[in-house]
């Protein structure tokens, strides 16, 4: 019987390697428009996320939002929207992904009192869907399809 990174390269799968933090989050390391940088995958989150902070790094080309952001404790932040951008995660990589832009203040400083690093962003679902993903939580691995 074949494992299951035997089956997912056989298919035409990328494995990345996922980080376990302290706070018990997943990290990841990505580029956003060939700036790298460390993010929280978190299936939970609908789209990717970066921090106002990180938008120079990024190179992003922010707009003006109406959409009010909420998570990890805060509710009805206000946000901007990226559209365009390139991401590469590990061999992985998509043009045109679209990244709402908000503060994370809020989620850095619990990382940090946790005696974790903070991060630039957040992998949501709307990557993880792109790239049909699979994460084998157990040998800390994501599957992205190329």
Known sequence: MKTLQEYLLEKGYTKI???LTKTNHFEIKASINGQKGVFILDT??????????AVETFKLKAKDSLIKAAGAGA?????????????????????????VL???????????????????GIIGADILKKGKAVIDYDKKYLYLKI
């Open 17 to 19: 390697k996922l980080h």
């Open 44 to 53: 939970g989150a609908s789209n990717s996320c970066v921090d106002f902070e």
């Open 75 to 99: 509710t009805d932040m206000e946000t901007k929207m990226s559209n365009k951008n390139k991401i590469k995660i590990g061999k992985w990589r998509h043009d045109k992904v679209v990244l």
């Open 102 to 120: 908000f503060n994370l203040t809020h989620v850095n400083t619990a990382l940090v009192n946790h005696n974790s690093k903070p991060v630039d």
